[in-house]
């Protein structure tokens, strides 16, 4: 899921949702919900990321529209948390 700038990736199997700087694709696109230009390429293969966000409990790795909420809602702190890691 990208959003505001970032990356949201939540697998199969994941017990937290990795945050990226930019548009990253990991392996491949696999469900493409929306297609958007993005003001940047997309980095492909493995990257860093920039943080590990807790996933709710309820939410499943095919909800692409909880993800998207849920991004919404961490946006913020995923800001603040880039931020720092520039001022360090």
Not at 13 to 18: L, V
Request: include cysteine; aromatic fraction near 10%; charged fraction near 25%.
């Amino acid at each position: 899921m990208f959003e505001g700038g970032y990356t949201f990736r939540l697998a199969k199997g994941d017990t937290g949702i990795a945050v990226f700087v930019g548009t990253c694709v990991e392996q491949r696109r696999f469900l493409v919900i929306r297609e958007t230009r993005f003001p940047t390429p997309p980095v492909e293969g493995p990257q860093q990321p920039l943080c590990v966000l807790p996933k709710p409990f309820a939410l499943d790795w095919s909800d692409h529209a909880g993800l998207r909420a849920y991004a919404r809602v961490c946006l913020g702190r995923v800001r603040d948390r880039h931020r720092g890691s520039k001022n360090r």
